[in-house]
Structure formats: structure tokens, C-alpha cells
């Protein structure tokens, strides 16, 4: 529900369009980034354009598990936290990239 409405998720509205499912999508990512990341407040402003600026956890509220997992791991601790928690991988513009494909029992440089 938004603003009283139902609106669609993942999948095309009635008329065959996704812009109402998109919508909502980015709704529902910005609200459990904020919401796991403590960067709502009863103060405000609570904007979701600043959510990559600010600092996960930094105000003391947030999702515990998700802290401890930013805090001890390269792991994500809820969905969505890949959108400004983490940056995976920087390429420079310059250089190639290797990609190695591990085998399904091989962890590579993951850590726990």
C-alpha cells in the first residue's frame, strides 16, 4: 500500500506497464536501507537521497545483526545491503579485469 493505493511489485500493473512496480520497488529498498542502516530518526529529515553520504549505524539505531555483519565480514547482513553499504568492486578504467571462477567447494578470499 502507498498513499492508499495498491500498486504492483515485480511485475507489470494491468496495462501491461512496470513503472508502478519500479516505483515501488525503490520505495521498498529505500525504507529497509534506512530502516536497517539507522538512518531514520524522529528528528528527520529521513532522505533517502542521502542514505550513500551518511554513516551505516552511526547514530546508535539500526539492525544489530546487519551492524555486526557490516562490522566483521565482507558479507551483507539483510537484502538490499549492496545499494551503499559496500562497494564489491572498483575497476579502474585503464585496466583489464580477470575474472576467476572458483570451484563450488573453494571459498577463494571470502571471509566470515
Not at 502507498?2 to 520497488?25: E, I, K
Request: hydrophobic residues 30%; proline residues 6%; aromatic residues 10%.
Amino acid at each position: 500500500m502507498f498513499n492508499g493505493a495498491t500498486l504492483p511489485q515485480n511485475r507489470p500493473d494491468d496495462s501491461g506497464h512496470n513503472a508502478s512496480a519500479v516505483y515501488t520497488n525503490s520505495l521498498f529498498r529505500n525504507l529497509c536501507i534506512g530502516v536497517n542502516e539507522g538512518y531514520f530518526t524522529a528528528e528527520g529529515p529521513n532522505d533517502s537521497t542521502k542514505f550513500s553520504s551518511e554513516k551505516p549505524f552511526g547514530n546508535g539505531q539500526g539492525n544489530v545483526y546487519a551492524q555486526i555483519m557490516h562490522e566483521t565480514s565482507n558479507s551483507y547482513g539483510f537484502p538490499y545491503a549492496d545499494a551503499n553499504l559496500k562497494t564489491l568492486l572498483v575497476a579502474a578504467i585503464d585496466s583489464p579485469i580477470t575474472l576467476t571462477i572458483l570451484r563450488d567447494d573453494e571459498p577463494g578470499d571470502y571471509h566470515g
